[in-house]
């Protein structure tokens, strides 16, 4: 980890000393001057520029000092590509340069953010900002009221390759005469020659002519020296706009495609999202304050092994340095003696938050309740910030950004599969803000392990996500149970060796020369499935309740130290494998119909995290045999029986043998 973290330390301070500074520095410096580029094309031709290209997989000859991002590219190779074009004018001096990767998705699905992590610090930012884990577009920017904008873009992004421009800069005396808009049209044009159909560009723009301003800025007041960065910001997005890139949702960056059909085509320049929402909040004057003391921000760094990043997943940073009381008392000495219409209760920071906007995403329980119970809540609480959201929304946006993600030093490090769902003040806040009674289990499962559609079992196990167990449960029913008869027992034990690799090995020793106790795990893939239509996790009392045959199969099974947890546990390994993402696909292929019917949710293919909390109701995290298949003694029939007493299983045991 640490050696990781040494070599994005060294690809990030030779992109800051090399061309990669800025994103989109030093093009056509103004609003005016993007306008013009079509006018300018004609004299840039009339100058006989010519354009030259370099590959940039065999840059070794120009770029041999710069840093090792190229050399490294063949670690990427399966999906990434880097593409340059350069400018020179009549005497052959290079007066530009662009410079973008083609990324193909679809072999790193099943790992997109760690491996969109590592090339560089655009492809990290492209992946956490816009996407999921899966490399879909986020949920966000398709149906958010206010996070999806203009609407031009949505679910087709969440297939094909993108290429990611990453630089484009022209020199100062260059400027305004196209050659920025010829850079990005030459790189898009050597992409497409090598990846026919593709079909999306993206790019951050950041600041233009940022050289030529930050010794100035420096010396400025900090509210002057920020009024220039946006204004500097604000042409680099005219820039791109002017080349056909229209904003997605509200976000920061911009996609451009060349279907003369997609709805961005015929979104005007003028029209489209100009920056982070324009809500009409508020106005923060100044001579208002926010009604609590911003204090210092508390860091916690999360600890790592050297051999295996075993993450301690640190509290998310705090907005206020004060604690919660502390924080209530200042709220009731500034705002109690206001009047409910008193513009302090609606003041607004820069990005648009009221107070109860961040005592929300601070978690502050006792100050957000006095908050709420104010007469006129509602209204505040219906209040949006510059991101579009509301103070629940604002929340849940943070939380979840936690759960997908944590930084260390130089490194974005996924963590959704170590999730374990919101602490405790996280909670309160949560069920406050939604309306819940603390007391409906149900629903506060569902806030607890950020389900969204309301119909996640245990709160973590979605509908669609169940769908996939109960369809292996099924499938591995019928199959295995097919084959009992046809093969020797030590056959079937080879046959069915995946699906039994959670069963212990003396166990399986025991099931080669044992029907019953093959014809018992068989049978539990039934009831497993059984139990997951009937809208229940999968857990031994749920399922062993369901168990009514003859002969007594599954008690023989369980009896001799086989588990319920082993059959559920091969359902995740085997709908992970036919997953559309993880897998091969088939499931979705062979039940598409029947998944559009479910809801969707957060929750969705969190395979890991569904596991993970199952573990831990059924008492086996911490339990090797579980994970894998282990020496017999690892676990001896004694604990094991130990472990059924503790869980009740023993007693539903004896009502079987009634």
């Not at 001057?33 to 840039?44: I, L």
């Not at 050659?179 to 233009?208: F, I, M, N």
């Not at 082993?566 to 119909?593: K, R, S, T």
């Amino acid at each position: 980890m640490q050696q990781r973290a040494e070599q994005k330390r060294k690809r990030t301070l030779s992109e800051t000393r090399g061309y990669k500074c800025f994103r989109a520095d030093e093009v056509d410096g103004s609003d005016d001057e993007v306008e013009s580029d079509d006018e300018d094309e004609s004299d840039d031709e009339d100058a006989s520029d010519e354009m030259s290209d370099t590959d940039g997989l065999n840059m070794e000859d120009e770029e041999e000092e710069e840093d090792e991002e190229y050399d490294e590219d063949e670690r990427w190779s399966a999906w990434l590509k880097s593409f340059n074009a350069e400018r020179k004018d009549s005497n052959g001096t290079n007066i530009g340069h662009c410079h973008a990767k083609l990324i193909d998705r679809e072999p790193i699905q099943h790992n997109f953010y760690t491996e969109m992590e590592e090339p560089s610090e655009d492809t990290c930012a492209l992946a956490f900002d816009l996407f999921d884990r899966w490399g879909c577009l986020k949920e966000q920017f398709c149906e958010h009221p206010f996070k999806k904008g203009t609407g031009a873009w949505g679910r087709e992004l969440d297939t094909g390759r993108l290429l990611l421009i990453e630089t484009v800069r022209v020199d100062k005396s260059h400027r305004r005469q196209g050659h920025g808009r010829a850079l990005v049209d030459k790189v898009w044009e050597k992409a497409s020659s090598a990846c026919p159909g593709l079909q999306y560009a993206v790019a951050w723009p950041t600041l233009l002519s940022y050289s030529d301003h930050v010794h100035k800025m420096n010396d400025l007041p900090p509210d002057e020296s920020k009024l220039i960065s946006q204004t500097l910001s604000l042409a680099a997005q005219d820039f791109f706009r002017a080349m056909g890139f229209r904003r997605v949702g509200s976000s920061r960056w911009f996609a451009r495609t060349d279907d003369p059909a997609h709805p961005s085509r015929s979104l005007a320049p003028s029209d489209d999202q100009k920056q982070s929402l324009s809500l009409k909040l508020a106005p923060f004057q100044k001579d208002q304050k926010y009604p609590y003391d911003a204090g210092m921000v508390r860091k916690s760094e999360p600890i790592f092994c050297d051999l295996e990043p075993v993450i301690q997943i640190p509290p998310r940073t705090p907005f206020l340095s004060t604690d919660d009381k502390s924080t209530l008392a200042i709220l009731k000495a500034r705002l109690a003696a206001c009047p409910p219409l008193d513009p302090a209760w609606k003041a607004t920071d820069d990005h648009g938050n009221t107070i109860i906007h961040v005592v929300a995403m601070d978690c502050k329980v006792e100050s957000l309740a006095w908050l709420l119970d104010q007469p006129f809540a509602d209204d505040l609480n219906c209040i949006r910030n510059l991101e579009g959201e509301t103070p629940l929304e604002a929340l849940e946006a943070s939380l979840d950004e936690h759960r997908v993600k944590m930084t260390w030093r130089m490194l974005t490090i996924p963590i959704s599969d170590k999730y374990d769902g919101v602490r405790r003040e996280e909670l309160l806040c949560l069920l406050k803000l939604k309306g819940i009674d603390p007391r409906d289990v149900p629903k506060v499962d569902q806030v607890t392990f950020g389900c969204t559609c309301g119909a996640c079992i245990g709160g973590f196990l979605s509908p669609r996500l169940a769908y996939a167990l109960e369809c292996q449960g099924d499938i591995h029913h019928h199959l295995m149970d097919f084959e009992i008869n046809l093969n020797l027992g030590s056959e079937w034990c080879s046959s069915w060796s995946a699906q039994l690799e959670h069963v212990r090995p003396d166990v399986r020793l025991n099931m080669t020369t044992n029907k019953s106790y093959r014809q018992g795990f068989t049978n539990l893939f039934g009831y497993v499935a059984e139990c997951l239509r009937a809208k229940r996790l999968p857990t031994a009392p749920n399922v062993l309740n369901l168990v009514s045959e003859w002969p007594p199969n599954v008690k023989n099974y369980i009896r001799r130290g086989g588990t319920v947890a082993a059959v559920v546990l091969a359902c995740f390994d085997n709908a992970i494998i036919q997953d559309e993402y993880l897998g091969d696909g088939d499931h979705e292929l062979v039940h598409a119909e029947s998944i559009e019917k479910l809801p969707r949710c957060r929750n969705d293919r969190e395979f890991a995290f569904a596991r993970r909390q199952y573990r831990r109701i059924e008492g086996l995290q911490g339990d090797p045999t579980y994970e894998r298949a282990t020496s017999a003694e690892e676990m001896t029939g004694a604990s094991f029986m130990r472990s059924l007493r503790y869980s009740g299983v023993e007693a539903l045991l004896q009502a079987l043998d009634e």
